[in-house]
């Protein structure tokens, strides 16, 4: 038996090892590459991506853009503006928002 040429069961292992490495750095690549994508779109606007800014309404801390003025809720802030004691347009709008996701969460 020659030491040129290494046996079948060494080509084997090696190549093995070269796809488990191999995957391991495409799953790292890719589990950065994700992490690079959602802080890029951090407190940025959905409808228009410009940056969000943090402001108080009726005491409950949203995010609102300043170009297409949009207003982006948290989980549970809904809720909470619920609690406000207007009962105008805004408080009934709310609550069919609340009572679709009450509805999206129980199935």
């Known amino acids: 038996m020659s030491s040129d040429k290494p046996s ?3 080509d084997e292992y090696f190549a093995r090892e070269d796809a488990a490495r191999l995957q391991k ?3 790292k690549e890719t589990t950065e590459r994700v992490a690079r994508e959602r802080r890029s779109h951090f407190m940025k606007c959905p409808k228009c991506g410009a ?3 943090t402001e108080m ?3 409950v ?3 609102r853009c ?3 003025h ?3 809720l948290d989980p549970g802030e809904v809720e909470q503006l619920l609690k406000h004691e207007d009962h105008g ?3 009934r709008v709310l609550g069919d928002v609340a009572a679709s996701l009450r509805k999206l969460r129980a199935t």
Do not use: A, Q, T
């Open 51 to 53: 940056s969000l800014l």
């Open 66 to 68: 300043p170009d297409c």
């Open 8 to 10: 079948k069961n060494e």
């Open 57 to 59: 309404l009726h005491g």
């Open 70 to 72: 949009g207003i982006w």
């Open 89 to 91: 347009v805004l408080r």
């Open 61 to 63: 801390r949203v995010d």
């Open 25 to 27: 750095l495409r799953e």
